[in-house]
């Protein structure tokens, strides 16, 4: 398997080649300093206009400083502001982490049993099986718009909770993960287990799954991140504005020919609160972040 | 049931034979084993199935009809109609087939810009970050990643944002001098605004190009290249995809054996000379990989439309994604937006082909080769 973390521990830290003489590297130091403000200064002007009125938001949209900071935005979000309530922030954020949950629970577990099944047990059907999942990944998810709303409506499960949910448990991507991380563990432990007296289901449980940890965040992570950031599938499972998630909510509410052009400190303030949870779980969990994104070259 | 396909009878459990419990290997073990394989994989066999394939199958189906989206299509009743759908798309002249003439022209150009661009600044910031006697290397992979992990719907809020009129990216502009445009109001095309600049073409080229016709667009439409309201969703595409194809690219740069740079540099190579004969070699296959992850994400470019044009202005950032959603969910014309998803499955599934059978035919797997191919060229 390749080696997917890029932390520089590992390499010999002595140099190759002479250092770079002092003025090349001055002047790679700062284009190097302009690339990363082209990456930051979006987020940094989004920080700083949710605390802003909306007349400063439009005559001064660059300052990184707020002339007179409001936290009326925040206020007017989370409902303790007496502005009315014309964006229901709090629904779309109980819908969003309500959906989340349920999502990321069912994908560890489904992904790591039907992982483990592909990886090592040995039964009828197994090889079609991988082919199947790994055609299931070739297929484009914005193709399946109509088809999965057509699935959606002819269950009876269109506008429902269950609809918004049980379609996104299963993933293709996940079980790939958790197979290859799978094959790559020593068949000894479990054979020992198996001498034992350990059936498979045992051995899965108390055996092979507690040694599985980094897989399993790392689904557990990639699947959190991906429902809490889903829109497509809601956009079409879901109709009626009490399924609003942040993600359909907010592109509603932004996308509005009627609203176009105002209330940006609101706007951005909402697109603010509903990055923080990936963000903070990103810069917690960076390296398994990092590993997903290579897995995804796996494929 | 479009499970059927894979879904075998598991084999029945073998009787236990007395006196031998199940030991690793013999046909006990072997036959419970079947039963734990199905009971393992049988959710995601039903889920998978169910929500994947089976919905291909409806769609197959649905977009043979003229279904407005309220009765039950999959019953006798439906008003079947063949390949009305897609004949109307490719080969009748009419609305549907200019506004499927126009968001293909949309997207095509959207990739043509889109790949190079994430690509070749992915491997710039890859090759920058993986500098050993770098400070703060760490830091810079969190900055340039995080934009990709992030919701596309609230990345696409802050463009919205940035790009306004009035907005801060006007601002920046008017500091160097240059008057921005209205972004997400301008529809002229980015080649004609260039040449009409240069005195070229006056504003719009007429004649033979606006007379002939390709899919019932002009070729004057057809060659005008992405509007300007576009680039800004291009702008957005390479912001938010290069962090990912960096890591990418990183990954394998650190795959490259170190001893391989020292012997190069043993012999006096310089740096550039490393980076052309060394390192730009052994990155062939990723490269590959990524140019064609990026064809696959970019012919699917649908979160950013919804949210920054809808289409608008004047179709020039319609791509046959949202073409499709807005047939059904807007104009209740499920079959007509079923037809076009399939269009679109053929071109995502070719550019999918394509990337198999290259890795297939380059042997990816095996890096290593490259890599002495890339030393014999740099002792050349």
Same mark, same amino acid.
């Given at each position: 398997?390749?080696?997917?973390?890029?932390?520089?521990?590992?390499?010999?830290? /002595?140099? $190759? @080649?002479? /250092?770079?003489?002092?003025?090349?590297?001055?002047?790679?130091?700062? #284009?190097?300093?302009?690339?990363?403000?082209?990456?930051? #200064?979006?987020?940094? $002007?989004?920080?700083?206009?949710?605390?802003?009125?909306?007349?400063?938001?439009?005559?001064?949209?660059?300052?990184? #400083?707020?002339?007179?900071?409001?936290?009326?935005?925040?206020?007017?979000?989370?409902?303790?502001?007496?502005?009315?309530?014309?964006?229901?922030?709090?629904?779309?954020?109980?819908?969003?982490?309500?959906?989340?949950?349920?999502?990321?629970?069912?994908?560890?577990?489904?992904?790591?049993?039907?992982?483990?099944?592909?990886?090592?047990?040995?039964?009828?059907?197994?090889?079609?099986?991988?082919?199947?999942? %790994?055609?299931?990944?070739?297929?484009?998810?914005?193709?399946? @718009? %109509?088809?999965?709303?057509?699935?959606?409506?002819?269950?009876? %499960?269109?506008?429902?909770?269950?609809?918004?949910?049980?379609?996104?448990? *299963?993933?293709?991507?996940?079980?790939? %993960?958790?197979?290859?991380?799978?094959?790559?563990?020593?068949?000894?432990?479990?054979?020992?287990? /198996?001498?034992?007296?350990?059936?498979?289901?045992?051995?899965?449980?108390?055996?092979?799954?507690?040694?599985?940890?980094?897989?399993?965040?790392?689904?557990?992570?990639?699947? *959190?991140?991906?429902?809490?950031?889903?829109?497509?599938? *809601?956009?079409?499972?879901?109709?009626?504005?009490?399924?609003?998630?942040?993600?359909?909510? @907010?592109?509603?509410?932004?996308?509005?020919?009627?609203?176009?052009?105002?209330?940006?400190?609101?706007?951005?303030?909402?697109?603010?609160?509903?990055?923080?949870?990936?963000?903070?779980?990103? *810069?917690?969990?960076?390296?398994?972040?990092?590993?997903?994104?290579?897995?995804?070259?796996?494929? | 049931?479009?499970?059927?396909?894979?879904?075998?009878?598991?084999?029945?459990?073998?009787?236990?034979?007395?006196?031998?419990?199940?030991?690793?290997?013999? !046909?006990?073990?072997?036959?419970?084993?079947?039963?734990?394989?199905?009971?393992?994989?049988?959710?995601?066999?039903?889920?998978?199935?169910?929500?994947?394939?089976?919905?291909?199958?409806?769609?197959?189906?649905?977009?043979?009809?003229?279904?407005?989206?309220?009765?039950?299509?999959?019953? +006798?009743?439906?008003?079947?109609?063949?390949?009305?759908? =897609?004949?109307?798309?490719?080969?009748?002249?009419?609305?549907?087939?200019?506004?499927?003439?126009?968001?293909?022209?949309?997207?095509? =150009?959207?990739?043509?810009?889109?790949?190079?661009?994430?690509?070749?600044?992915?491997?710039?910031?890859?090759?920058?970050?993986?500098?050993?006697?770098?400070?703060? !290397?760490?830091?810079?992979?969190?900055?340039? =990643?995080?934009?990709?992990?992030?919701?596309?719907?609230?990345?696409?809020?802050?463009?919205?944002?940035?790009?306004?009129?009035?907005?801060?990216?006007?601002?920046?502009?008017?500091?160097?001098?240059?008057?921005?445009?209205?972004?997400?109001?301008?529809?002229? &095309?980015?080649?004609?605004?260039?040449?009409?600049?240069?005195?070229?073409?006056?504003?719009?080229? &007429?004649?033979?190009?606006?007379?002939?016709?390709?899919?019932?667009? +002009?070729?004057?439409?057809?060659?005008?290249?992405?509007?300007?309201?576009?680039?800004?969703?291009?702008?957005?595409?390479?912001?938010?995809?290069?962090?990912?194809?960096?890591?990418?690219?990183?990954?394998?740069?650190?795959?490259?054996?170190?001893?391989?740079?020292?012997?190069?540099?043993?012999?006096?190579?310089?740096?550039?000379?490393?980076?052309?004969?060394?390192?730009?070699?052994?990155?062939?296959?990723?490269?590959?990989?990524?140019?064609?992850?990026?064809?696959?994400?970019?012919?699917?470019?649908?979160?950013?439309?919804?949210?920054?044009?809808?289409?608008?202005?004047?179709?020039?950032?319609?791509?046959?994604?949202?073409?499709?959603?807005? =047939?059904?969910?807007?104009?209740?014309?499920?079959?007509?937006?079923?037809?076009?998803?399939?269009?679109?499955?053929?071109?995502?599934?070719?550019?999918?082909?394509?990337?198999?059978?290259?890795?297939?035919?380059?042997?990816?797997?095996?890096?290593?080769?490259?890599?002495?191919?890339?030393?014999?060229?740099?002792?050349?």
């Amino acid at each position: 398997m390749r080696r997917t973390d890029p932390s520089p521990t590992a390499t010999d830290e /002595r140099p $190759v @080649l002479a /250092r770079v003489p002092r003025p090349a590297r001055l002047a790679g130091y700062a #284009l190097l300093i302009g690339f990363a403000l082209l990456y930051a #200064l979006p987020f940094l $002007v989004q920080l700083s206009t949710s605390f802003k009125t909306d007349p400063e938001a439009a005559s001064n949209p660059l300052s990184l #400083l707020p002339q007179a900071p409001t936290t009326a935005v925040f206020e007017q979000l989370t409902g303790s502001g007496d502005t009315g309530k014309d964006v229901p922030f709090l629904r779309w954020l109980s819908n969003s982490a309500l959906v989340t949950v349920v999502v990321t629970l069912g994908r560890v577990l489904f992904d790591s049993a039907a992982g483990y099944a592909l990886a090592r047990l040995r039964f009828r059907g197994r090889a079609v099986l991988v082919t199947f999942v %790994i055609a299931v990944m070739a297929v484009p998810p914005v193709v399946l @718009l %109509i088809p999965k709303f057509l699935v959606l409506n002819t269950l009876g %499960i269109f506008d429902t909770y269950t609809g918004m949910i049980v379609p996104l448990l *299963f993933d293709a991507a996940g079980i790939f %993960i958790m197979k290859q991380f799978f094959e790559s563990i020593p068949r000894e432990v479990e054979e020992a287990a /198996r001498i034992d007296g350990a059936g498979v289901g045992r051995i899965f449980w108390y055996v092979v799954l507690p040694m599985s940890r980094p897989a399993l965040i790392t689904v557990t992570l990639l699947s *959190f991140q991906g429902s809490w950031n889903e829109f497509t599938h *809601f956009l079409v499972a879901t109709q009626s504005s009490d399924y609003e998630t942040l993600t359909t909510g @907010l592109a509603r509410f932004v996308s509005g020919g009627l609203g176009a052009g105002t209330q940006y400190p609101l706007k951005l303030g909402a697109a603010l609160l509903s990055t923080i949870p990936v963000a903070v779980l990103f *810069f917690c969990f960076q390296r398994y972040f990092i590993r997903g994104a290579n897995a995804g070259s796996v494929k | 049931m479009s499970t059927s396909v894979t879904e075998r009878p598991a084999p029945p459990p073998l009787p236990r034979r007395p006196g031998r419990p199940g030991r690793p290997g013999s !046909r006990t073990t072997r036959g419970r084993e079947g039963l734990w394989g199905w009971l393992f994989v049988s959710p995601m066999v039903l889920g998978l199935g169910l929500f994947m394939a089976l919905p291909i199958l409806m769609a197959a189906w649905v977009s043979l009809l003229n279904w407005d989206g309220q009765s039950n299509p999959f019953t +006798p009743d439906a008003d079947f109609v063949g390949l009305q759908n =897609y004949q109307s798309l490719l080969a009748e002249d009419g609305l549907a087939r200019s506004l499927l003439a126009t968001s293909l022209r949309n997207n095509l =150009y959207y990739v043509l810009l889109t790949v190079p661009l994430q690509t070749g600044l992915a491997l710039t910031l890859a090759i920058i970050v993986n500098q050993r006697m770098l400070r703060g !290397r760490s830091m810079l992979r969190t900055t340039f =990643y995080f934009p990709s992990v992030t919701s596309s719907i609230a990345v696409c809020t802050v463009f919205l944002f940035l790009f306004q009129g009035s907005g801060a990216v006007n601002q920046l502009l008017s500091w160097v001098g240059v008057k921005g445009p209205n972004w997400f109001q301008d529809s002229r &095309g980015v080649l004609w605004v260039l040449l009409d600049a240069l005195g070229i073409v006056d504003g719009k080229p &007429g004649g033979v190009l606006a007379e002939h016709t390709m899919m019932g667009l +002009p070729f004057s439409e057809w060659l005008a290249g992405p509007s300007v309201a576009m680039c800004t969703l291009i702008v957005l595409a390479v912001w938010t995809t290069s962090g990912t194809f960096m890591l990418i690219f990183l990954a394998a740069l650190q795959d490259i054996p170190r001893e391989l740079e020292e012997a190069a540099a043993l012999d006096g190579a310089g740096r550039r000379h490393i980076l052309r004969h060394v390192l730009l070699p052994a990155l062939r296959p990723v490269m590959f990989l990524v140019t064609t992850l990026g064809l696959i994400g970019t012919w699917q470019v649908f979160d950013q439309v919804y949210v920054l044009g809808q289409g608008e202005p004047a179709n020039t950032t319609l791509t046959p994604a949202f073409l499709s959603y807005s =047939y059904g969910f807007d104009n209740a014309e499920f079959g007509q937006g079923a037809a076009i998803s399939f269009i679109l499955l053929g071109i995502v599934l070719l550019m999918t082909g394509v990337q198999r059978w290259f890795l297939r035919e380059r042997g990816a797997r095996n890096p290593l080769a490259k890599l002495r191919k890339g030393a014999r060229g740099a002792q050349d």
